[in-house]
Each structure stands twice: as structure tokens, then as C-alpha cells.
């Protein structure tokens, strides 16, 4: 069942010690949208994901996450035991260095946030293996994959607790231009197939190019 929810970042910053990350962030991001965020490299983009996930805390502002049955989420209202709660609800992540665990095999990889949760559906572990295109390789361990698969497992895994928020941190980063495309491909297709908003991070212009929208992180705060 598809869900459908929206991001709102009012008024962001975050510091280190006496040193500024980013001030003055916000946007929207609306139900089922895909946006892009680009900007140089130290920036801070990667610590602004950790942020909207709840991972890191940031100094100044508010984020709200409002999911599909209307209920609004002020992540400042929360603990950090609350946060992992909200996150494993509502929340998929897909990093640049997949973080598969090695001693798990694909498909027990893919089941973690379901187990996170409570809950087992081997069905819908292997809808989801079937959708990135490794239906038969939920036996093999991590290291029998390429780059490209275990960025695939990432995806499924991040995908199949049917998350209203997905969030990639350069998912490409680390593939060939061919690879990164098909993985591109395959993010765009299974996040618009379940209806969740999309936020990625990253250095490519070509998986930029197709955000529905595309805003630039600088020191003093927010660009598109």
C-alpha cells in the first residue's frame, strides 16, 4: 500500500563547537516528491540527512514529519529512544556504502527492518528481492555480490518495511556510470511504486538531473 507523507525543515542549523555547518534551512518536501540536494563537498549534506533521520542533532529550527494518516512528528519532542522508534517506522535509508552485514545472508539483510519491528513476511522480502532483480540470490552472502547488487540489497532493505520517507546518502557514489544508472533506476521506480517521498544526497548532476527538484546546501542556508 503505497504512503504518502511530507518533510517540513523550518529554519535549520547545526554547529560545531563554535563553528557553523549550515544555518537558516528549510524546505519542504511534499508527498511522493523526489528532491535532489547538492552543494560543495564539506558543506554539510550528509550531516543535514543525518538530521532529517534523527541520527544527529542539530542546534537551531524544527523538523516535522507528517505521515499519511495526518499525524505530525515534531523529531525535537523526542527521545533518542523515540527517534529510533519514529525511524524504524517511517524512515528507509540508503548509504554509499550499502552496510550490509557480512555475516547475514541477502535475504536475512533485506528482513532486517521488518525484524527491527516485530514482524516477519518472507513474501514481502522476496517481492522486494524480485523488485531490484535478485530474486534468486537471497541465499548468497554479501561478499558473493558486486558493487552494483549490494546496492541493490540496500535498496530493498531500505524499502521493505514501506517506509513514507526515503533517504540516500550518494547511493551511486561508488559505482560505474552504467551500474549507477540502473541503480538510479531502480530507486526511482520502487520509491515511486510505494508512494514515498524521496530526499537524496548528492555529487552526480546526472541522478540530479532527475529530481522533481533540486536545492543547493551552503553555510548560510538553502538554494532552489
Known amino acids: 500500500m503505497p504512503t504518502h507523507s511530507t518533510l517540513t525543515v523550518q529554519n535549520l542549523g547545526k554547529h560545531y563547537g563554535g563553528t557553523p555547518v549550515f544555518a537558516q534551512v528549510h524546505f519542504a518536501v511534499q508527498p511522493g516528491e523526489f528532491v535532489a540536494i547538492v552543494g560543495d563537498s564539506g558543506v554539510g549534506k550528509s550531516t543535514l540527512l543525518n538530521c532529517l533521520a534523527g541520527l544527529d542533532q542539530w542546534d537551531e529550527g524544527d523538523i516535522t514529519y507528517t ?52 514482524q516477519t513476511d518472507p513474501a514481502r522480502v522476496q517481492a522486494m528481492l524480485d523488485a531490484v532483480g535478485l530474486g534468486a540470490l537471497g541465499s548468497r552472502l554479501p561478499q558473493q555480490l558486486s558493487g552494483g547488487q549490494l546496492q541493490r540489497v540496500a535498496i ?27 541503480v538510479m533506476d531502480l530507486l526511482l521506480a520502487q520509491t515511486r511504486e510505494q508512494g514515498a517521498s524521496l530526499v537524496l544526497v548528492t555529487h552526480s548532476d546526472a541522478a540530479a538531473a532527475r529530481a522533481d527538484r533540486v536545492l543547493r546546501l551552503t553555510a548560510s542556508g538553502m538554494v532552489g
Not at 96 to 117: E, G, I
Open 156 to 182: 530493498a532493505r531500505a524499502l521493505v518495511h514501506r517506509p513514507g520517507l526515503l533517504l540516500a546518502d550518494e547511493p551511486t557514489g561508488n559505482l560505474d556510470p552504467t551500474t549507477a544508472a540502473l
Open 67 to 118: 505521515a499519511a494518516n495526518g499525524t505530525a512528528t515534531r523529531l525535537a519532542d523526542l527521545d533518542d529512544t523515540a527517534r529510533a522508534l519514529w525511524r524504524r517506522a517511517h524512515v528507509g535509508f540508503v548509504f554509499q556504502a550499502f552496510h550490509v552485514l557480512p555475516h547475514l545472508d541477502v535475504a536475512q539483510n533485506v528482513a532486517l527492518p521488518l525484524m527491527l519491528l516485530g
